[in-house]
């Protein structure tokens, strides 16, 4: 195999500009082309991972299949490439010192004072080569979180030139900007993108390509005054205007060239046009819905959609296979009242979470859900408010709880396992990443996988307390999926009800455009024959 081309995408001008999008559609249409593709994210943030953050800070923590709990950006690349990606796939600064300082404690640095350069980009280069040297990438993609000219960034941007400087063949560097449009001037300016691409000169680094975020369109004497101005030939400048769906990105970069100039720049064949048929075939139907329904999404978390974004975007991936739109009706499960909020929907979702915010008015949603038979899916703590519910509601439990919430409970029928009862520290002991499932083959769940072995990704620490499972079932819950190697359980389901599935995995986290969440696709088929029963 050739070597690893290592394509390196940095931010000037403002964040979220959405480098996320734009390394993940970049390795779309690399791989459309045949190429192996791997993106990697890099956050100048002292956490060691996202797994403790609040999602109020950086929207929802997404789990890979090794258990890594990482940016959500890695959602969209596996969205994108349909390619899993792992710890290796997310390093943050707290990492990197964490690593470097585990190393001067063992004494590998001989006595030498260890510092940021070269001690500190030595470790963030290795990161970033780890990837290329298991020979499986033709490209790695490496986003660098944070704005060029941030304190923070800078040892990534020097570890950037280095990598630069020492194979100057193989290393591309792509600055996303940011051209405004002054409506007064009624001008589109450039001069930011000036100003960032000079403070990324200063550090040395010379952007190879500039992709301009816009909502007007570059025309040509813009390209080529920025192509001028910034050292870069005007085919390198690529125009990244807003667009209706993130899903349209990789087709506009397509036609703006950015895969060719990628290619060019690394050496490498430029062959016949990436393959994205599919992709378009998905696109349209995202367009061209032929109908809608509407799902309530019950969380704590409404005002910040990226809190859910695998949630959201694996509706999206649902509703584009049954051509359909998926309204999302995000409901703050705080203070809720079913009657209002729920009333005009053909589906409910309760949302994963941590803590007791929001518990009883999840649990008022699932009430409305079971006695109103209107398709219910629960994900992770959705599922255990679910357990919650039906012990409360149907076997008269009054005082069931999850011991998350409440320790002293009578009926503690979601509980720490026997291996997490000594449980202090956060995350520590957390069941992270893909488990295996077994289905019952007379299930909704098996329905909807078509298959008995199944594998989803995990984020939570209590389960159902398997001591309650006969009472349960006897009363017409029903446990339709379960973990083989340590007999928990992972599905529960209410046979007599037309949809009630809740599920102790994450489904959302390997919904792809290619490979829409099972569970998804049949939760939003449910929620449209409700619809069509109803109206
Ligand atoms: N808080 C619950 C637990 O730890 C559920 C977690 C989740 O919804 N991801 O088990």
């Known amino acids: 195999m050739s070597t690893t081309k290592n394509i390196f995408v940095l931010g000037g001008v403002a964040s979220s500009l959405g480098k996320g999008i734009i390394s993940a559609s970049l390795a779309k249409l690399l791989q459309a082309r045949g190429f192996s593709v791997t993106i ?16 109020y800070e950086h929207g929802e923590c997404y789990v890979t299949e090794d258990g890594a709990e990482t940016d959500l950006d890695l959602g969209h690349y596996e969205r994108f490439t349909n390619e899993p990606t792992s710890q290796a796939n997310n390093i943050t600064t707290g990492r990197v010192y964490q690593n470097v300082i585990n190393k001067e404690r063992r004494g590998d640095y001989l006595g030498k004072t260890v510092q940021v350069i070269p001690h500190i980009t030595d470790e963030i280069k290795r990161s970033i080569k780890e990837l290329g040297k298991t020979g499986k990438y033709d490209f790695v993609i490496t986003e660098i979180g944070g704005t060029v000219g941030d304190i923070e960034s800078l040892p990534y941007v020097e570890a950037v030139r280095q990598m630069r400087f020492e194979n100057y063949q193989n290393v591309a560097v792509i600055l996303l900007t940011y051209v405004p449009y002054l409506k007064a001037a009624g001008e589109l300016k450039t001069k930011p993108t000036q100003h960032s691409v000079k403070t990324l000169q200063e550090s040395g680094v010379q952007p190879d390509i500039i992709v301009c975020r816009t909502e007007y369109e570059l025309s040509q004497n813009i390209r080529n005054k920025i192509a001028l101005f910034c050292n870069v030939p005007p085919s390198s400048v690529i125009e990244s205007i807003d667009l209706d769906t993130i899903y349209e990105v990789p087709l506009k970069m397509q036609e703006e060239k950015l895969d060719v100039e990628v290619l060019r720049k690394t050496r490498m064949p430029i062959n016949a046009q990436p393959q994205m048929n599919v992709w378009k075939d998905f696109l349209y139907n995202i367009k061209h819905p032929t109908s809608t329904v509407s799902i309530a999404l019950v969380g704590k978390y409404t005002e910040l959609p990226d809190a859910y974004k695998s949630i959201n975007e694996s509706f999206i991936h649902a509703g584009a296979y049954h051509s359909v739109q998926v309204k999302i009706k995000l409901v703050q499960a705080e203070n809720i009242s079913v009657g ?9 979702l309760v949302a994963p979470g941590f803590g007791e915010r929001g518990i009883e ?3 008022k949603a699932i009430e409305y859900a079971r006695t109103q038979r209107i398709p219910f899916l629960g994900i992770c703590l959705g599922m255990q408010m679910a357990v919650v519910e039906f012990a409360r509601n149907v076997l008269k439990h009054e005082d069931a709880h999850s011991s998350e919430m409440n320790p002293n409970t009578h009926y503690p029928v979601i509980d720490l396992m026997e291996n997490q009862k000594s449980v202090t520290n956060m995350g520590g002991t957390m069941r992270l990443g893909a488990y295996a499932c077994q289905l019952e083959k007379d299930s909704k769940a098996y329905q909807a996988y078509g298959a008995v072995h199944i594998s989803e990704r995990h984020r939570h620490r209590y389960e159902f307390n398997n001591s309650f499972r006969r009472e349960f079932e006897t009363a017409g819950m029903k446990f339709t999926g379960i973990n083989p190697d340590n007999d928990l359980v992972e599905i529960i389901e209410i046979p007599e009800h037309p949809w009630f599935v809740g599920v102790q995995f994450h489904p959302e986290y390997k919904s792809t455009v290619v490979s829409p969440a099972p569970l998804f696709l049949h939760f939003v088929k449910a929620a449209m ?4 029963k109803n109206t």
Do not use: R
């Open 40 to 55: 990697q994210k890099l956050d100048p943030y002292i956490n060691i991972d996202p797994g403790t953050l609040n999602p």
């Open 340 to 348: 209002e909020d729920l009333a005009d929907v053909s589906g409910i």
């Open 361 to 363: 008015g999840k649990i």
């Open 529 to 532: 024959e409700y619809d069509q």
